[in-house]
Protein backbone atom coordinates (compact mmCIF):
# COMPACT_ATOMS: atom_id res chain seq x y z
CA UNK A 1 0.00 0.00 0.00
CA UNK A 2 1.31 3.28 -0.75
CA UNK A 3 0.28 5.43 1.63
CA UNK A 4 -0.14 8.92 0.04
CA UNK A 5 -3.45 10.20 0.09
CA UNK A 6 -4.83 7.15 2.23
CA UNK A 7 -6.64 7.21 5.03
CA UNK A 8 -4.82 6.28 8.77
CA UNK A 9 -6.63 5.70 12.03
CA UNK A 10 -4.26 5.35 15.27
CA UNK A 11 -5.10 4.46 18.39
CA UNK A 12 -3.43 5.75 21.18
CA UNK A 13 -2.19 8.15 18.77
CA UNK A 14 -1.60 11.52 20.53
CA UNK A 15 2.15 10.19 21.89
CA UNK A 16 4.78 7.93 22.46
CA UNK A 17 5.02 5.34 19.84
CA UNK A 18 1.36 6.24 18.11
CA UNK A 19 2.09 9.72 18.10
CA UNK A 20 5.74 8.54 15.89
CA UNK A 21 4.17 6.18 13.61
CA UNK A 22 1.63 9.13 12.68
CA UNK A 23 4.69 11.04 12.19
CA UNK A 24 6.02 8.21 9.39
CA UNK A 25 2.64 8.24 7.70
CA UNK A 26 1.98 11.94 7.55
CA UNK A 27 5.85 11.91 6.16
CA UNK A 28 4.23 9.23 3.31
CA UNK A 29 1.37 11.85 2.31
CA UNK A 30 -1.22 10.23 4.77
CA UNK A 31 -4.38 11.81 6.04
CA UNK A 32 -4.92 10.36 9.98
CA UNK A 33 -7.24 9.41 12.37
CA UNK A 34 -5.97 10.24 15.73
CA UNK A 35 -7.89 8.54 18.53
CA UNK A 36 -6.86 8.83 22.24
CA UNK A 37 -8.49 9.67 25.61
CA UNK A 38 -6.33 13.03 26.37
CA UNK A 39 -8.22 16.14 24.89
CA UNK A 40 -4.99 17.94 25.11
CA UNK A 41 -2.50 15.87 23.96
CA UNK A 42 -4.71 14.93 20.77
CA UNK A 43 -4.84 18.91 20.24
CA UNK A 44 -0.88 18.75 20.80
CA UNK A 45 -0.08 15.90 18.63
CA UNK A 46 -2.18 17.46 16.03
CA UNK A 47 -0.05 20.75 16.29
CA UNK A 48 2.87 18.66 15.78
CA UNK A 49 2.16 16.70 12.63
CA UNK A 50 0.94 20.31 11.13
CA UNK A 51 -1.23 21.35 8.21
CA UNK A 52 0.68 20.19 5.31
CA UNK A 53 -1.81 16.82 5.63
CA UNK A 54 -5.51 16.66 7.21
CA UNK A 55 -5.32 15.32 11.12
CA UNK A 56 -8.64 14.55 12.87
CA UNK A 57 -8.69 13.79 16.46
CA UNK A 58 -11.15 12.12 18.35
CA UNK A 59 -11.54 11.19 22.19
CA UNK A 60 -12.67 7.56 22.72
CA UNK A 61 -12.24 4.74 25.08
CA UNK A 62 -11.08 1.82 22.84
CA UNK A 63 -12.81 -0.58 25.49
CA UNK A 64 -16.01 0.59 25.50
CA UNK A 65 -18.23 -0.76 22.57
CA UNK A 66 -20.30 1.97 21.84
CA UNK A 67 -17.55 4.47 21.75
CA UNK A 68 -15.72 2.38 19.01
CA UNK A 69 -18.60 1.89 17.16
CA UNK A 70 -19.76 5.95 16.72
CA UNK A 71 -15.86 7.17 16.42
CA UNK A 72 -15.42 4.38 13.27
CA UNK A 73 -18.53 5.70 12.01
CA UNK A 74 -17.73 9.18 12.12
CA UNK A 75 -14.23 8.63 10.78
CA UNK A 76 -16.03 6.66 8.16
CA UNK A 77 -18.25 9.19 7.22
CA UNK A 78 -15.66 12.01 7.59
CA UNK A 79 -12.39 11.03 5.88
CA UNK A 80 -15.13 8.75 3.14
CA UNK A 81 -13.98 5.21 4.23
CA UNK A 82 -10.68 3.90 6.24
CA UNK A 83 -7.47 2.60 4.28
CA UNK A 84 -5.56 1.20 7.58
CA UNK A 85 -5.48 1.01 11.08
CA UNK A 86 -2.77 0.53 13.36
CA UNK A 87 -4.35 -0.55 16.69
CA UNK A 88 -1.56 1.37 19.37
CA UNK A 89 -3.52 1.98 22.38
CA UNK A 90 -2.38 -0.07 25.00
CA UNK A 91 -1.93 0.48 29.09
CA UNK A 92 0.19 -1.61 31.96
CA UNK A 93 -0.89 -2.71 35.50
CA UNK A 94 2.11 -4.41 36.64
CA UNK A 95 2.60 -6.90 39.68
CA UNK A 96 2.90 -10.23 40.20
CA UNK A 97 0.32 -13.02 40.26
CA UNK A 98 1.18 -14.26 44.16
CA UNK A 99 3.58 -12.15 46.62
CA UNK A 100 4.28 -14.43 49.86
CA UNK A 101 6.64 -13.43 52.54
CA UNK A 102 7.77 -16.22 55.42
CA UNK A 103 4.75 -18.47 54.15
CA UNK A 104 2.20 -15.16 54.52
CA UNK A 105 -0.02 -14.07 51.15
CA UNK A 106 1.46 -10.43 51.43
CA UNK A 107 -0.43 -9.54 47.68
CA UNK A 108 -2.12 -10.85 44.90
CA UNK A 109 -2.82 -9.79 41.44
CA UNK A 110 -6.10 -8.14 41.95
CA UNK A 111 -9.24 -8.81 38.96
CA UNK A 112 -9.53 -5.41 38.37
CA UNK A 113 -5.66 -5.01 37.52
CA UNK A 114 -6.04 -8.07 35.03
CA UNK A 115 -9.19 -7.45 33.69
CA UNK A 116 -8.33 -3.46 32.69
CA UNK A 117 -5.06 -4.44 30.61
CA UNK A 118 -7.47 -6.79 29.24
CA UNK A 119 -10.12 -4.87 28.40
CA UNK A 120 -7.50 -1.91 26.60
CA UNK A 121 -4.74 -3.73 25.39
CA UNK A 122 -6.95 -7.10 24.05
CA UNK A 123 -10.75 -6.04 23.58
CA UNK A 124 -9.95 -2.65 22.72
CA UNK A 125 -7.84 -4.06 19.75
CA UNK A 126 -10.67 -6.35 18.75
CA UNK A 127 -13.54 -3.61 18.58
CA UNK A 128 -11.21 -1.23 16.63
CA UNK A 129 -10.02 -4.05 14.69
CA UNK A 130 -13.58 -5.27 14.12
CA UNK A 131 -15.29 -1.48 13.05
CA UNK A 132 -12.25 -0.20 10.75
CA UNK A 133 -12.42 -4.12 8.77
CA UNK A 134 -16.27 -3.13 8.37
CA UNK A 135 -15.83 -0.20 6.75
CA UNK A 136 -13.00 -1.18 4.37
CA UNK A 137 -15.24 -4.14 3.42
CA UNK A 138 -18.71 -2.17 3.26
CA UNK A 139 -16.75 0.38 0.83
CA UNK A 140 -14.78 -2.33 -0.81
CA UNK A 141 -11.41 -0.83 0.22
CA UNK A 142 -7.97 -2.92 0.12
CA UNK A 143 -7.14 -2.16 3.75
CA UNK A 144 -3.85 -2.87 6.48
CA UNK A 145 -4.83 -3.43 10.26
CA UNK A 146 -1.37 -3.07 12.16
CA UNK A 147 -1.84 -4.53 15.98
CA UNK A 148 1.17 -3.73 18.28
CA UNK A 149 1.68 -6.93 20.26
CA UNK A 150 5.12 -7.22 22.49
CA UNK A 151 7.54 -10.01 23.09
CA UNK A 152 5.98 -9.77 26.34
CA UNK A 153 3.41 -12.36 24.81
CA UNK A 154 5.75 -15.11 25.45
CA UNK A 155 5.57 -14.20 29.14
CA UNK A 156 7.37 -12.25 31.49
CA UNK A 157 7.58 -12.00 35.36
CA UNK A 158 4.63 -9.46 36.58
CA UNK A 159 2.95 -8.92 33.50
CA UNK A 160 0.42 -12.03 33.62
CA UNK A 161 -2.17 -9.24 32.48
CA UNK A 162 0.37 -7.62 29.79
CA UNK A 163 1.74 -11.02 28.67
CA UNK A 164 -1.83 -12.76 28.31
CA UNK A 165 -3.49 -9.81 26.23
CA UNK A 166 -0.55 -9.24 24.08
CA UNK A 167 0.17 -13.08 23.16
CA UNK A 168 -4.34 -12.58 22.08
CA UNK A 169 -3.42 -10.22 20.01
CA UNK A 170 -0.87 -12.24 17.81
CA UNK A 171 -4.00 -14.46 17.98
CA UNK A 172 -6.30 -12.49 16.31
CA UNK A 173 -3.68 -11.26 14.13
CA UNK A 174 -3.12 -14.70 12.07
CA UNK A 175 -6.94 -15.23 12.29
CA UNK A 176 -7.95 -11.67 10.93
CA UNK A 177 -5.27 -12.41 8.10
CA UNK A 178 -6.81 -15.92 7.15
CA UNK A 179 -10.72 -14.37 7.30
CA UNK A 180 -10.13 -10.99 5.77
CA UNK A 181 -7.69 -12.25 3.04
CA UNK A 182 -10.39 -12.69 0.38
CA UNK A 183 -11.34 -8.97 0.67
CA UNK A 184 -7.90 -7.79 0.00
CA UNK A 185 -7.36 -6.76 3.77
CA UNK A 186 -3.76 -7.64 5.51
CA UNK A 187 -3.51 -7.69 8.88
CA UNK A 188 0.23 -8.42 10.61
CA UNK A 189 1.38 -7.44 14.44
CA UNK A 190 4.63 -5.59 15.80
CA UNK A 191 6.45 -7.06 19.20
CA UNK A 192 8.89 -4.23 20.39
CA UNK A 193 11.35 -5.20 22.73
CA UNK A 194 11.80 -2.26 25.13
CA UNK A 195 11.80 0.96 23.58
CA UNK A 196 13.67 4.21 25.25
CA UNK A 197 10.39 6.24 25.94
CA UNK A 198 9.63 9.07 28.56
CA UNK A 199 9.74 6.23 31.54
CA UNK A 200 13.04 4.30 30.44
CA UNK A 201 14.96 7.93 30.57
CA UNK A 202 13.61 8.47 33.91
CA UNK A 203 15.02 5.24 34.88
CA UNK A 204 17.96 5.39 37.58
CA UNK A 205 21.24 4.78 35.11
CA UNK A 206 22.53 1.35 36.70
CA UNK A 207 18.85 -0.29 35.77
CA UNK A 208 18.64 1.05 32.30
CA UNK A 209 22.27 0.19 31.52
CA UNK A 210 21.79 -3.41 32.77
CA UNK A 211 18.60 -3.16 30.40
CA UNK A 212 21.33 -2.01 27.64
CA UNK A 213 23.33 -4.93 28.12
CA UNK A 214 20.84 -7.62 27.80
CA UNK A 215 20.19 -6.83 24.76
CA UNK A 216 23.05 -7.66 21.79
CA UNK A 217 22.54 -4.69 19.73
CA UNK A 218 24.03 -3.04 23.19
CA UNK A 219 20.94 0.02 23.54
CA UNK A 220 17.43 0.41 23.79
CA UNK A 221 14.93 0.77 20.71
CA UNK A 222 13.98 3.84 19.07
CA UNK A 223 10.28 4.86 18.32
CA UNK A 224 11.29 5.91 14.87
CA UNK A 225 12.76 2.06 14.34
CA UNK A 226 8.94 0.74 15.61
CA UNK A 227 7.23 3.35 13.00
CA UNK A 228 9.97 1.98 10.37
CA UNK A 229 8.31 -1.71 10.70
CA UNK A 230 4.86 0.41 10.40
CA UNK A 231 5.90 1.75 6.78
CA UNK A 232 7.05 -1.77 5.82
CA UNK A 233 4.33 -3.67 6.89
CA UNK A 234 2.00 -1.10 4.83
CA UNK A 235 4.51 -1.32 1.74
CA UNK A 236 4.56 -4.87 1.58
CA UNK A 237 1.78 -6.18 0.06
CA UNK A 238 2.81 -10.04 0.57
CA UNK A 239 2.87 -9.26 4.09
CA UNK A 240 0.15 -10.78 6.23
CA UNK A 241 -0.63 -12.99 9.14
CA UNK A 242 2.84 -12.71 10.97
CA UNK A 243 4.40 -10.48 13.44
CA UNK A 244 7.59 -8.73 13.17
CA UNK A 245 9.88 -8.70 16.46
CA UNK A 246 11.71 -5.62 16.66
CA UNK A 247 13.64 -6.29 19.85
CA UNK A 248 17.06 -5.94 19.13
CA UNK A 249 17.81 -9.71 19.78
CA UNK A 250 16.60 -9.74 23.63
CA UNK A 251 13.87 -12.82 22.59
CA UNK A 252 16.88 -14.84 21.14
Known amino acids: MNLQGKTIVITGGAQGLGLEMAKMCAAQGAQLALIDMNESQLQQAKTELGNQITVRTYIANV ?106 VVAMTVTWARELGRYGIRVGAIAPGVIRTAMTDAMKPEARDRLEKMKPVGRLGEASEIAHTAKYIFENDFFTGRVVEIDGGISM
Open 63 to 168: AVEAEVEATFAAIDTDFDGIDGLINNAGILRDGLLLKFKDGELQSKMSLQQFQSVIDVNLTGVFLCGREAAASMVKRGRKGVIINMSSVARSGNMGQTNYAAAKAG
